[in-house]
């Protein structure tokens, strides 16, 4: 265990237990990072009225507990000092042996603090998603990045991840566009999708759909050989998600997330589980019919006038819808996939749907209490005015063309540097990916942000370019000197506050790591690294490394904190799906 607050929360709970009994071991210590100390301990002021004790009385019982005579003769005594203070407060305050003690550990541990899970699981992550028949565009942006952030942590974690990207490549509009697409040549449409006029294909589409009898009547004829997966239909569908995926595919790689088309589960691969999955409810009464529909009524949901609210199945028509295919892949994942835990990355507006799906899918016993279905909502993208982000005109931005103007700009940002165009373009590309990335990773995954290319790309404050600019900042420091990050392996000893504060703030890296994928917030991550970025900003301000009057031993133990902040670093940042250039 290398995280203090994971440490000291032991050892006061160890207290409790031996100063009031075995009963007060859970108790959380409310143990917080203090400017009086490096941590504070507040339960002395939380149990203080069940104990029946006054608050500071109760602290210097923990207190002696922790620090005093018999504490101090065991084989592990408090690493450091204990003082209460105020109203019955605990100030911790570690020693500085045992930081850089605890550090130099995380150096010698190539996986740097961070633990593997026990036991691995199976954990399915369903993000990007977009939808074959559309072109993605700013909206896609968010489910991709977070998703793909929490698939690389679960597996850095040691856990099995299975990547889902549930396409919406199966339905009614496909009839019209598969008959358009023969309307104007396989050829021309295959051009148009691939690069990424699929909101115009559509569109143009849809008018025929909607002006055109005949080509009404065709669109629907075609429907039915597409579900009845008549070949030549099959063909041109074929024809058609080719020539989409490729355009998908330059997205996630100019974005360099892990999807690949192995990943690929969409609306077509549980087709043929629909029919079986309404038969099933309906014969064990899981679903009834209402109006003609099938639907399932979860407890709990009620609409106008406190009517119960349907979970909608199978529609009076006959057709199937989202519901039904949610329920069909849920049941997959779990029976089939043999998941554990199931993160749905989709936006916040599906909260209802999402809720409604995991009771319905508990009520049929298809997702057992063992297995945690999660929706990790996706909050919107907003333009500067605080509206939906879209082009002047008022049409959503193609994800293509914001990543492209994402790196025309990161060129911009380090054109006075001393670069050829071939490396130039490769840091201008991994700076303008990083800080797209960063900006939405580094908020609440279900709060709002508003895209601002000025703010994303600022060298300073909590940004993804700081980010790579104090790694590579550091990577500098090593080839000034000579030296590699793998041989500063040096004593640390920590002699100037600034050496102190950053070997305590890199000693929480890997609960932090762990704290993301249990809670699937990447935000936590991004501030552990931001604040790890600038704790070392203070220490390379006012701790030489290099300079000619630093002593040897002094110059290695600085290096050594180099070295690890580099590492974590570079771990947290590629974790998070952000390029990280060796130079900026």
């Excluded at 740097?112 to 942006?141: C, F, I, W």
């Excluded at 799906?357 to 333009?383: K, M, N, T, Y």
């Excluded at 700076?431 to 790309?457: C, I, N, P, Q, T």
């Excluded at 006012?542 to 110059?555: I, T």
Aim: proline share 5%.
């Amino acid at each position: 265990m290398t995280d203090p607050q994971l440490e000291l929360t032991g050892r006061v709970q160890q207290a409790l237990a031996d100063a009031f009994g075995a009963e007060y071991a859970d108790a959380d210590p409310l143990i917080r990072p203090s400017q009086f100390a490096d941590y504070q301990a507040n339960v002395a002021m939380s149990l203080s009225k069940r104990l029946r004790r006054a608050p500071r009385e109760v602290a210097q019982e923990i207190a002696d507990r922790l620090t005093g005579p018999a504490a101090q003769a065991t084989d592990d005594p408090f690493p450091g000092t204990v003082e209460v203070s105020g109203p019955g407060f605990l100030n911790l305050t570690l020693s500085d042996v045992w930081i850089a003690e605890r550090a130099l550990d995380v150096l010698a541990d190539p996986r740097a603090g961070v633990g593997l899970a026990t036991p691995p699981q199976t954990v399915v992550v369903d993000y990007s998603a977009p939808n074959a028949a559309k072109e993605m565009h700013v909206g896609h942006l968010r489910t991709t990045i977070v998703g793909d952030a929490l698939a690389r942590v679960h597996e850095h974690l040691g856990n099995k991840v299975v990547r889902q990207n549930h396409l919406g490549d199966w339905g009614t509009p496909f009839g019209m566009l598969i008959e358009h697409l023969l309307d104007i040549g396989e050829e021309a449409a295959v051009a148009q999708l691939e690069a990424g006029e699929g909101n115009a294909y559509y569109q143009t589409a849809r008018a025929k759909f909607d002006a055109d009898p005949a080509f009404n009547a065709r669109a629907r004829a075609r429907v039915v050989t597409l579900q009845a997966e008549e070949p030549e239909t099959m063909r041109l569908w074929h024809i058609f998600m080719d020539a989409t995926l490729r355009y998908f595919n330059k997205v996630y790689r100019q974005l360099e997330v892990t999807l690949t088309d192995e990943d690929i589960a969409g609306e077509s691969m549980y087709n043929p589980m629909l029919a079986r999955v309404c038969d099933e409810l309906q014969e064990r009464g899981i679903a009834v019919l209402s109006d003609g529909a099938l639907c399932v009524f979860p407890p709990g949901y009620t609409g106008r006038e406190d009517q119960p609210l349907p979970f909608m199945i199978r529609k009076s028509d006959g057709a199937y819808g989202y519901a039904t295919t949610d329920m069909a892949t849920i049941r997959y994942r779990v029976d089939d996939l043999k998941a554990d835990r199931i993160l749905y990355v989709i936006g916040a507006t599906q909260a209802l749907h999402m809720s409604m799906l995991f009771d319905s899918a508990r009520l049929a016993g298809w997702l057992p209490d063992h297995v945690r279905a999660e929706h990790v909502q996706i909050g919107s993208v907003l333009g500067s005015d605080g509206k939906m982000f879209k082009t002047r005109s008022g049409k959503s931005i193609k994800l293509l063309e914001l990543l492209d103007e994402a790196e025309t700009r990161a060129g911009e940002v380090i054109k006075d540097r001393d670069y050829d165009d071939t490396e130039r373009a490769r840091i201008a590309h991994a700076v303008g990916m990083g800080a797209v990335k960063y900006a939405d990773l580094s908020v609440s995954h279900d709060s709002e942000y508003v895209f601002d290319f000025d703010r994303m790309l600022a060298l300073t404050g909590n940004t993804g370019p700081y980010l790579q600019y104090a790694q590579a900042r550091i990577r500098s420091i090593f080839r000034r000197g000579g030296v590699s990050p793998a041989e500063a392996t040096g004593p640390i000893v920590l002699g100037h506050p600034a050496e102190r504060a950053l070997a305590l703030q890199l000693l929480r890296f890997g609960s932090v790591v762990e704290e993301m994928a249990e809670h699937s917030a990447p935000h936590k991550l991004a501030s552990y690294l931001f604040d790890t970025a600038s704790a070392f900003t203070t220490f390379f301000e006012n701790c030489p490394v290099l300079r000619d009057d630093v002593e040897a031993a002094v110059r290695a133990s600085r290096l050594a904190l180099c070295a690890l902040t580099l590492r974590i670093l570079e771990t947290g940042l590629t974790l998070l799906g952000v390029p990280v250039p060796e130079r900026m």
